[in-house]
């Protein structure tokens, strides 16, 4: 079992920056994918941006330039740097884990992008 805890969301204007963060718990493998998926309201959810422990990243087109991800393998814990928000960002924000055909998400943090 695998408990992710996430923690940063919040209200920011457009144009501000937000730090997402997830802390994994639990039976962690060397192996794994760790990412952000967010869903807005009516849509379905979508890949934010991944990384994996060897530290290679894919990111969604509408992010890509404007956030970067990164972990820290020793604590387990994964950090989403956004910036230049736009509205069309508003949305519920998931971390998730995957290793050995597991998946793992956590309750999601909600982010607003909203003068």
């Known amino acids: 079992q695998v408990q992710l805890v996430e923690s940063g969301g919040g209200l920011v204007q457009p144009g501000g920056s937000l730090r997402l963060s997830c802390a994994a718990s639990?039976?962690?493998?060397?192996?794994?994918?760790m990412g952000w998926y967010r869903q807005a309201p009516g849509k379905q959810r979508e890949l934010v941006a991944s990384i994996t422990s060897g530290g290679s990243t894919n990111y969604a087109d509408s992010v890509k330039g404007r956030s970067t991800i990164s972990r820290d393998n020793a604590k387990s814990t994964v950090h989403l740097q956004m910036n230049s928000l736009k509205p069309e960002d508003t949305a519920v924000y998931y971390c998730?884990?995957?290793?050995?055909?597991?998946?793992?998400w956590g309750r999601g943090t909600q982010v607003t992008v909203s003068s």
């Open positions: 639990g039976t962690i493998f060397s192996a794994y994918v």
């Open positions: 998730n884990y995957r290793s050995l055909g597991y998946t793992y």
